[in-house]
C-alpha cells in the first residue's frame, strides 16, 4: 500500500491516521481500485484504455495489440499503475482506419451465380478471388465455415460443399488479407450451417 499510496498523481484516496493505523475513504478506495484494476482510466478528463482493454474490445490477442503499438501513426503508449495506456479517442480513430485499411485490400468477390448452388472448394475459392487449393487448406486447418452438405465420395471420404450464398456472407464478415485474417472473423459468425 505504501509503494501505491507514493506515486504521484496516480488517484490514491488522502490517508488519514487513527491509533497508529493508516485509513482512507471506503468509496474513494472502491473508484481507485476499479480505476487500477480495469482497462480504462481516466486522467484529467482524459479516457485511457490499456492493452487488454484494447484486445478485448478488438477480439485480438494481447500480441496483436502490442505489435498495433509499434506501426506507424498508431497513439502513443504511456505507462500507467504499471500498465500500457492509450489515449481512448485517437485510438479508436486510428483503428478505424485501420481495419478500414485492411479491408480495402480483401479480395474481389465473384457475386455471380445463383445464391442457393453447392459449390466445392476450388469454386469457392475463385468466388472468394483466393488460389485454387486455399479454400480446401483453410478447411482442412478448420479455418473455413461447415460445409453445408458432405457428399459422397466413390473411392470413400467426403466433399464439403457449401451454398453460394454463404460463401458470399463469409466474404463479407472477413476482417482483412490473409488466411487466418480473414477466416478468424468469417468462422465467428458462420460456422455452422443454417437448417436446410
Same mark, same amino acid.
Given at each position: ?22 485509513? #482512507?475513504?471506503?468509496?474513494?478506495? =472502491?473508484?481507485?481500485? @476499479?480505476?487500477? +484494476?480495469?482497462?480504462?482510466?481516466? #486522467? =484529467?478528463?482524459? @479516457?485511457?484504455?490499456? *492493452?487488454?482493454?484494447? @484486445?478485448?474490445? *478488438? ?10 503499438? !509499434? ?6 503508449? !504511456? ?13 479508436? *480513430?486510428?483503428? +478505424? ?17 445463383? /445464391? ?17 487449393? !486455399?479454400?480446401?487448406?483453410?478447411? @482442412? ?12 465420395? %466413390? +473411392?470413400?471420404? *467426403?466433399? /464439403? ?15 482483412? /488479407?490473409?488466411? +487466418? ?12 450451417? %443454417?437448417?436446410?
Amino acid at each position: 500500500m505504501y509503494r501505491l499510496s507514493r506515486q504521484p498523481g496516480n488517484g490514491y484516496p488522502e490517508e488519514h491516521r487513527l491509533d497508529g493505523r493508516i485509513y #482512507v475513504d471506503e468509496a474513494e478506495w =472502491d473508484e481507485f481500485w @476499479a480505476q487500477r +484494476a480495469g482497462g480504462r482510466v481516466v #486522467v =484529467d478528463g482524459v @479516457a485511457y484504455v490499456s *492493452t487488454a482493454e484494447r @484486445a478485448e474490445r *478488438t477480439g485480438r490477442s494481447i500480441e496483436t495489440v502490442r505489435w498495433w503499438a !509499434t506501426l506507424p501513426n498508431h497513439p502513443t503508449e !504511456t505507462r500507467r499503475h504499471g500498465r500500457s495506456y492509450v489515449a481512448e479517442k485517437p485510438w479508436e *480513430t486510428w483503428y +478505424a482506419t485501420y481495419t478500414a485499411g485492411l479491408r480495402a485490400r480483401l479480395t474481389e468477390v465473384d457475386r455471380s451465380g445463383d /445464391p442457393d448452388d453447392l459449390i466445392g472448394s476450388t469454386e469457392a475459392s475463385r468466388v472468394l478471388g483466393y488460389n485454387p487449393h !486455399t479454400v480446401h487448406a483453410l478447411h @482442412a486447418a478448420g479455418q473455413f465455415m461447415a460445409p453445408d452438405v458432405e457428399d459422397p465420395l %466413390p +473411392a470413400g471420404g *467426403t466433399r /464439403p460443399l457449401w451454398r453460394r450464398r454463404r460463401v458470399w456472407a463469409f466474404a463479407d464478415h472477413r476482417s482483412g /488479407p490473409g488466411r +487466418a485474417g480473414g477466416a478468424r472473423a468469417a468462422m465467428a459468425d458462420l460456422g455452422t450451417p %443454417p437448417p436446410h
